[in-house]
């Protein structure tokens, strides 16, 4: 089983920037994928940017593309998701996510591993 922990989040105005950070426990890291996923107010989890595990191979959401960036550093264990231009509707629990690096990045709930205990994002206007 996989140990996932987020840390990083918080609450900035709309337009700023921020970094969330999720340290996995699991060795080898680059046995999985990884990705984002975050749940919005009253809303359904949804992916938000997923990676493959070279790190060579992202996805991302259209709503996030060209402002969010995910990356991994398979030498310290730990997936990044760094967040810029952040909008009111960015608000949500910000997830981390393994999964088996035989899925695709296309990723759904179903196909997840471990899920972290999740870390609250709050953009105000």
């Known amino acids: 089983q996989v140990q996932l922990a987020e840390s990083g989040g918080g609450l900035v105005q709309a337009g700023d920037s921020l970094r969330v950070s999720c340290a996995a426990s699991v060795r080898p890291f680059n046995m999985y994928h990884m990705a984002w996923f975050r749940r919005p107010p009253g809303k359904e989890r949804e992916l938000v940017a997923a990676i493959s595990w070279t790190g060579v191979g992202t996805y991302y959401t259209d709503s996030v593309k060209g402002r969010f960036t995910i990356s991994r550093d398979n030498t310290k264990n730990t997936l990044y998701l760094q967040m810029n231009t952040l909008k009111v509707e960015d608000t949500a629990v910000y997830y981390c996510?393994?999964?088996?690096?035989?899925?695709?990045?296309?990723?759904?709930?179903?196909?997840?591993?471990?899920w972290g205990p999740g870390t609250q994002v709050t953009v105000s206007s």
């Open positions: 996510a393994a999964a088996s690096k035989t899925k695709g990045l296309l990723l759904h709930e179903d196909d997840i591993h471990s």
